[in-house]
């Protein structure tokens, strides 16, 4: 069985996600994730949790709730020496062979309102307990060249890095936003490390022989694919409806509990699912998926009323969020050594009647999302369908 890699920002995005007000209130990105993640843990068995380049810490917060309550279930995916050597040697090299492409491609994500409303809420929620956890906002094995990228002087981005390991200092500079130079900088510096540790984790992926599953941030730093080719593993409409159900079951709840009752659902069905348990209830309706879905959540004791489901389902559709149908592996032999590749398009759904529009064109797609694991290493991407 081939391991996959999740990296920590899709995880966040399962937090993020439930910390909005209502499923509609959520941005494309946030969303998209929470699903994924879902639909990876419960219907796969070799998920692990990506390491950064230079270790972490102990998990704090909402993310260590999660941490927590997944041990044992998502654990570390750590590389030799070698293979982490190496990938740090790669990335670097290719950030001083791509200074002005890095900054572009930065600017790009920039005017992208899902990027804007992701990192706006990492700030406010996040930042905290990931300095605490990497030891600082940007990794320091990239200073040299976030300064080249940024201009920045490098004793400059040292200062701010180190200022940033300290919470107080951290949380008085968030506060001090946009009128504060520093925040400019460290905010730069932050996004730029993303895009660098997203090569990284790339990189080990490849050398190590896993698969890898990245946040939509870093798709556009990815060694592009010399060929389309690849694998395609579906999800049945019952299993991509379960897993909107968790999710909708964690929002009818007060959101302080939201996060702990989403984890529970999803390792209750993860658990369910890999003895088979499930296999009956999600076929129970081969005319209706959604019933099939809200029987196999029954099933598992997951609160969840039909209608609180299509209302989620609906504004999903009317919002433009589209509906995971399948995931493509591009095995490492068709990555290219050089490009950047564009971030996947989201697309805005039209229909009136989305709920309706989704059962009577993906009912027939076979689940085979569980073979997943024995496909092979390689580049996990998300095929989402709109109406």
């Known amino acids: 069985m081939v391991a996959a890699m999740i990296d920590t920002a899709s995880l966040y995005e399962v937090i993020e996600a ?11 990105w946030a ?3 929470a699903v994924e993640a879902t639909c990876m843990i419960v219907f796969t068995e070799n998920l692990r949790l990506a390491a950064g380049p230079t270790g972490e810490g102990a998990a704090s ?18 590389p030799s020496a ?22 572009q491609t930065k600017e790009r994500l920039e005017r992208q309102e899902s990027f804007q409303r992701w990192l706006t809420w990492c700030i406010e929620n996040a930042w905290v307990e990931k300095s605490a956890r990497h030891r600082g906002l940007f990794d320091a094995t990239f200073v040299p060249h976030i300064s ?12 701010l890095r180190a200022a940033s390991s300290v919470p107080d200092r951290l949380e008085r500079l968030i506060a001090s936003g946009a009128r504060s130079a520093e925040f400019h900088a460290t ?8 895009l660098l540790r997203g090569r990284y984790h790339d990189s080990v992926a490849r050398d190590s022989g896993w698969q890898i599953v990245h ?28 897993a909107n159900i968790i999710l909708a079951s964690a929002f009818s709840q007060r959101r302080s509990v939201r996060l702990g009752s989403w984890a529970e659902n999803v390792l209750a069905a993860r658990r369910a699912y890999r003895t088979g348990a499930l296999d009956a209830p999600l076929a129970r309706h081969p005319r209706d998926p959604v019933a099939s879905a809200v029987h196999a959540a029954r099933t598992l004791h997951i609160r969840c009323h039909r209608e609180t489901f299509d209302r989620t389902l609906d ?10 149908s399948s995931v493509l592996l591009e095995g490492w032999e068709s990555v290219a050594a050089s490009a950047l590749t564009a971030s996947l398009a989201a697309f805005v759904l039209r229909r009136r009647e989305p709920s309706k529009a989704v059962i009577s064109q993906l009912s027939k797609r076979p689940g085979r999302l569980r073979q997943l694991a024995l496909a092979g290493p390689g580049r996990v991407h998300r095929s989402w369908r709109s109406l």
Not at 19 to 26: L, T
Not at 187 to 194: D, F, N, P, T
Not at 315 to 324: I, K, R
């Open 215 to 242: 946040h939509p941030v870093r798709h556009a730093v990815l060694p592009a694919m010399r060929a389309p080719a690849g694998q395609s593993f579906a999800l049945s409409m019952p299993e991509t409806f379960l």
């Open 82 to 103: 070698r293979v982490a050597a190496a990938a740090r040697t790669g990335t670097l090299r290719w950030a001083r062979r791509n200074t002005l492409r890095i900054r």
């Open 18 to 28: 439930l910390d909005r007000q209502r499923p509609a209130d959520n941005h494309v």
């Open 31 to 33: 969303w998209q994730s």
């Open 148 to 159: 080249r990228i940024l201009d920045i002087p490098v004793r400059d981005l040292e200062r």
């Open 61 to 78: 917060g909402a993310y260590g709730l999660l941490r927590s309550r997944f041990d044992g279930q998502l654990a570390g995916a750590a």
């Open 315 to 324: 504004v999903a559709a009317s919002v433009g969020f589209g509906y995971l």
């Open 187 to 194: 905010r730069e510096a932050y996004v730029v490390s993303l």
